[in-house]
């Protein structure tokens, strides 16, 4: 999932989902359920495909060879299901593909200690072993940042630890009770964190907050790279041995140099900066080896279908999809392995049912979703609408629904409504036979940050599933633990069959699902 994400309310004109729910005369096939239950709760595959996505195909950064590997993989595993045209679809440039060949960093003085890292993706490689003495860098301002001239050549420069680890006296792992659930079928505006007696700010103060920031790193990296420093060792956060990780340079292929830099435990990090600033000098020892691709810098979605049976609505199409890029110091298994694992058991219970959809259902797994959606928006704008203008390609008018999965591992509990009041009553009425899996809410609010927007910014029915928060946004969203081993299987085999059923149902009734009225477009008139 994009780390951008945005949590809003829907209008003050959403009614609760149960209210709706009692207008509705929404036809549900019980008979077409239970094939999918039984398939997808008895024959399921989805573990095996997550082990492939996971241990065998390895990170997936956008560009890497762990994507061509998954890209290949998914193709072959869907034709094996059964489906059509399992295509590679070009959606545009992204840039450079970046892989890690070689990683290894450890305090080498005043004694030895092994350190947790990774390289920062899109950083280039150590000039062969280095070992180097330690300079700490700290600085809010410009002016603060002067008085390290002249002092960093042939350093390796320790950053600031902005978000120290604290404590914990609360799990990490958490499932939503009935009481979290009621109050989001309700609309009740999500809980906020506690006062800490910091003044409020607007979104307007916290972009510009970040953007400071931003700039202020930027001029940090460029005096580094002119001073000569070796080396850089950063952190983005996390505790008890989990960092979280991100792109330390930009992918595109004329991008300015920066130096070699490892995204750390902030423990590791914490431990060097208390030394140096004891007095005490720190020698660190590091390799990496990265290794950048620029012959094809094109990016690729992975289509393939089930064909629709009506003479009438095959030509119209529900899609479905999840991200299949992933960060890069774990093998992305929550995010979002899980998700396409999901998505691929779907179609798979599907076509084992024997059920014979009438509209065509189409899957996606996008690449650069990390980036910006990329795969999704572009392929949105290639087949329907680009929101700048919102000019309606052919293609828009066929779809039906885009039903995504990119929040985790978490079973499903209900389905996000994305302000489509029109679809509450549908959407229940299609959850009750989950009720016994724990699936029963339709929400009235929004969430964002993830593929499903891409279509909803042209209008299109595009919705995100609820889902157990479980340790996705304290142990796994983007850090070195992401990896299979977080993965629960009865969760995932309960998603593929609520995920099957939504699709299912909305292949086979008799309209598309209700459309919101289109926006506006994005880009001012010339």
Same mark, same amino acid.
Not at 113 to 135: C, D, F, L, R, Y
Not at 488 to 496: G, N, V
């Given at each position: 999932?994009?780390?951008?994400?945005l949590?809003?309310?829907?209008?003050?004109?959403?009614i609760?989902?149960?209210? $709706?729910?009692?207008?509705?005369?929404e036809?549900?096939?019980?008979?077409a359920?239970?094939?999918?239950?039984?398939?997808?709760?008895?024959?399921?595959?989805? #573990?095996e495909?997550?082990?492939?996505?996971?241990?065998?195909c390895?990170?997936?950064?956008?560009?890497?060879?762990?994507?061509?590997?998954?890209?290949?993989?998914?193709?072959?595993?869907?034709?094996?299901?059964?489906?059509?045209?399992?295509?590679?679809? =070009?959606?545009?440039?992204?840039?450079?593909?970046?892989?890690?060949?070689?990683?290894?960093?450890?305090?080498?003085?005043?004694?030895y200690?092994? #350190?947790?890292?990774?390289?920062?993706?899109?950083?280039?490689?150590?000039?062969?072993?280095?070992?180097?003495?330690?300079?700490y860098?700290?600085?809010?301002?410009?002016?603060?940042?002067?008085?390290?001239?002249?002092?960093?050549?042939d350093?390796?420069?320790?950053l600031?630890?902005?978000?120290?680890?604290?404590?914990g006296?609360?799990?990490?792992?958490?499932?939503?009770?009935?009481?979290?659930? @009621?109050?989001?079928?309700?609309? *009740?505006?999500?809980?906020?964190?506690?006062?800490?007696?910091?003044?409020?700010?607007?979104?307007?103060?916290?972009?510009a907050?970040?953007r400071?920031?931003?700039?202020?790193?930027?001029?940090?990296?460029?005096?580094?790279?002119?001073?000569?420093?070796?080396?850089?060792l950063? *952190?983005?956060?996390?505790?008890q041995?989990?960092?979280?990780?991100?792109?330390?340079?930009?992918?595109?292929?004329?991008?300015?140099?920066? $130096?070699?830099?490892?995204?750390?435990?902030?423990?590791?990090?914490?431990r060097?900066?208390?030394?140096?600033e004891?007095?005490?000098?720190?020698?660190?020892?590091m390799?990496?080896?990265?290794?950048?691709?620029?012959?094809?810098?094109?990016?690729?979605?992975?289509i393939?279908?089930? =064909?629709?049976?009506?003479k @009438?609505? @095959?030509?119209?199409?529900?899609? $479905?999809?999840?991200?299949?890029?992933?960060?890069?110091?774990?093998?992305?298994?929550?995010d979002?392995a899980?998700?396409?694992?999901?998505?691929?058991?779907?179609?798979r219970?599907?076509?084992?049912?024997?059920?014979?959809?009438?509209?065509t259902?189409?899957?996606?797994?996008?690449?650069?979703?990390?980036?910006?959606?990329?795969?999704?928006?572009?392929?949105?704008?290639?087949h329907?609408?680009? =929101?700048a203008?919102?000019?309606?390609l =052919?293609?828009?008018?066929?779809?039906?629904?885009?039903?995504? $999965?990119?929040?985790?591992?978490?079973?499903?509990?209900?389905?996000?409504?994305?302000?489509?009041?029109?679809v509450?009553?549908?959407?229940?009425?299609?959850?009750?036979?989950f009720?016994?899996?724990?699936?029963?809410?339709?929400?009235p609010?929004?969430?964002?940050?993830?593929?499903?927007?891409?279509?909803?910014?042209?209008?299109?029915?595009?919705?995100?599933?609820?889902?157990?928060?479980?340790?996705?946004?304290?142990? *796994?969203?983007? *850090?070195?633990?992401?990896?299979?081993?977080r993965l629960?299987?009865?969760?995932?085999?309960?998603?593929?069959v609520?995920?099957?059923?939504?699709?299912?149902?909305?292949?086979m009734?008799d309209?598309?699902?209700?459309?919101?009225?289109l926006?506006?477009?994005?880009?001012?008139?010339?």
């Open positions: 999932m994009n780390t951008f994400r949590f809003t309310l829907a209008s003050s004109l959403a609760a989902a149960p209210t $709706l729910a009692q207008q509705t005369t036809k549900v096939d019980q008979a359920i239970a094939k999918i239950k039984d398939e997808g709760m008895n024959r399921s595959k989805v #573990m495909t997550a082990f492939y996505l996971t241990d065998v390895g990170p997936r950064l956008a560009g890497s060879d762990g994507l061509k590997r998954a890209y290949d993989w998914t193709k072959t595993r869907l034709t094996q299901y059964g489906l059509t045209n399992a295509n590679l679809e =070009p959606w545009g440039d992204f840039g450079r593909g970046w892989d890690i060949e070689k990683s290894y960093v450890a305090m080498t003085a005043p004694y200690h092994t #350190m947790i890292g990774a390289p920062k993706a899109w950083t280039p490689s150590t000039s062969g072993n280095v070992k180097k003495q330690v300079a860098v700290k600085a809010t301002t410009e002016a603060e940042l002067d008085k390290y001239k002249g002092q960093l050549r350093k390796i420069v320790v600031e630890v902005a978000t120290p680890p604290k404590e006296f609360e799990p990490d792992a958490k499932r939503y009770t009935d009481e979290e659930l @009621k109050k989001m079928a309700d609309g *009740t505006p999500a809980a906020r964190p506690a006062a800490t007696g910091t003044p409020a700010t607007s979104e307007a103060d916290r972009m907050t970040y400071a920031r931003m700039a202020l790193r930027t001029k940090m990296s460029e005096m580094m790279m002119s001073e000569g420093a070796a080396a850089v950063s *952190t983005r956060g996390g505790s041995g989990t960092f979280f990780t991100s792109n330390g340079a930009p992918y595109a292929p004329d991008a300015k140099p920066v $130096l070699p830099e490892i995204e750390m435990s902030p423990e590791d990090q914490l060097i900066i208390r030394l140096v004891a007095g005490i000098p720190v020698e660190v020892e390799e990496t080896k990265t290794r950048f691709q620029t012959q094809d810098l094109k990016g690729y979605n992975v393939a279908e089930i =064909p629709g049976t009506d @009438k609505l @095959k030509s119209e199409v529900v899609m $479905l999809g999840g991200h299949l890029d992933s960060w890069h110091a774990a093998t992305g298994a929550t979002n899980a998700g396409c694992a999901v998505m691929m058991e779907a179609v219970i599907l076509k084992a049912s024997g059920l014979k959809p009438r509209r259902i189409r899957i996606a797994l996008w690449s650069a979703e990390e980036q910006g959606l990329f795969g999704s928006r572009n392929y949105v704008k290639n329907f609408a680009d =929101p203008t919102m000019k309606l =052919p293609e828009h008018e066929k779809l039906a629904a885009y039903f995504n $999965l990119d929040n985790g591992g978490g079973k499903i509990r209900g389905i996000y409504q994305q302000s489509n009041e029109a509450a009553p549908i959407f229940t009425a299609w959850l009750v036979p009720a016994d899996l724990g699936a029963t809410t339709v929400t609010r929004n969430t964002g940050g993830t593929d499903h927007l891409s279509f909803d910014a042209v209008g299109l029915p595009g919705f995100q599933f609820i889902q157990d928060p479980l340790d996705y946004g304290t142990r *796994t969203h983007h *850090t070195n633990q992401d990896t299979y081993d629960i299987p009865e969760d995932l085999k309960q998603a593929s609520v995920v099957a059923s939504f699709v299912y149902n909305a292949a009734r309209q598309k699902l209700p459309r919101k009225p926006p506006a477009a994005t880009a001012k008139a010339q």
